[in-house]
C-alpha cells in the first residue's frame, strides 16, 4: 500500500516541480513549532516541537535551500535534521504561495515515515522575515499514521546548503 502512494506523490511532485512558476525566495532558516498526533495498535500519542532539544531546546528549525536558486520552484528542506524535497507555486505575486513537499526516507528503511506535507508561505521581499506554515499526513510501514502541523518564522536568508536527496 505504502510504495504505490509514495511512486504517485513523487511523480506529481516531480510533473509540478517541472512546470514554470513564479515562485517566491524561501531560502534560509526558520524557527517554530509543531505538533502531531499519531495512532498504532499501542494507541494515540502526541509528539511536538517541545521534545526538540537541539540547536535550541523546544524549538523546531526549518532550514530551505532552494537548488535551482533563490525564487525557483525546486526546493529541499530539512525539519529537525529530516530531509524533504518538494517544490512552491506562486499563485499570484512572488510574495506568497502554497507548495507541498515528500519525505526523503530511503523506500528500503523498515523504520520509516511516509509523509506529505502541504504548505502555504509568505515572504517579504525587502527583508528577512517570512512566515511558512503546514499540515501534513504520515504512514509508517502500514502500522502507524498521523497528522502534522506546525509553523515557523524566517530568522535569516542565509542559504543553509541542504543537499538534494532525490
Do not use: H
Not at 524549538?59 to 529541499?76: C, K, R
Not at 508561505?121 to 504520515?138: A, C
Amino acid at each position: 500500500m505504502r510504495r504505490p502512494l509514495r511512486c504517485l506523490l513523487a511523480s506529481a511532485l516531480v510533473l509540478a516541480a517541472a512546470t514554470p512558476a513564479a515562485a517566491g525566495d524561501l531560502t534560509g532558516l526558520w524557527k517554530g513549532k509543531f505538533s502531531c498526533t499519531v495512532m498504532d495498535d499501542q494507541g494515540k500519542q502526541k509528539l511536538s516541537s517541545r521534545a526538540v532539544t537541539a540547536p535550541d531546546p523546544g524549538v523546531s528549525t526549518l532550514e530551505v535551500s532552494q537548488s535551482e536558486g533563490p525564487g525557483t520552484a525546486p526546493l529541499q528542506m530539512r525539519i529537525d535534521g529530516v530531509l524533504y524535497a518538494g517544490f512552491v507555486v506562486a499563485p499570484g505575486p512572488a510574495q506568497s504561495g502554497v507548495g507541498a513537499i515528500l519525505d526523503c526516507t530511503p523506500t528500503n528503511n523498515p523504520g520509516g515515515f511516509g509523509e506529505i506535507r502541504n504548505f502555504r508561505w509568505k515572504v517579504s521581499p525587502d527583508t528577512f522575515k517570512g512566515t511558512l506554515s503546514w499540515r501534513g499526513l504520515l504512514v509508517n510501514d502500514d502500522s502507524v499514521v498521523g497528522s502534522c502541523r506546525g509553523s515557523w518564522k524566517r530568522i535569516s536568508r542565509e542559504d543553509p546548503g541542504v543537499a538534494s536527496c532525490r
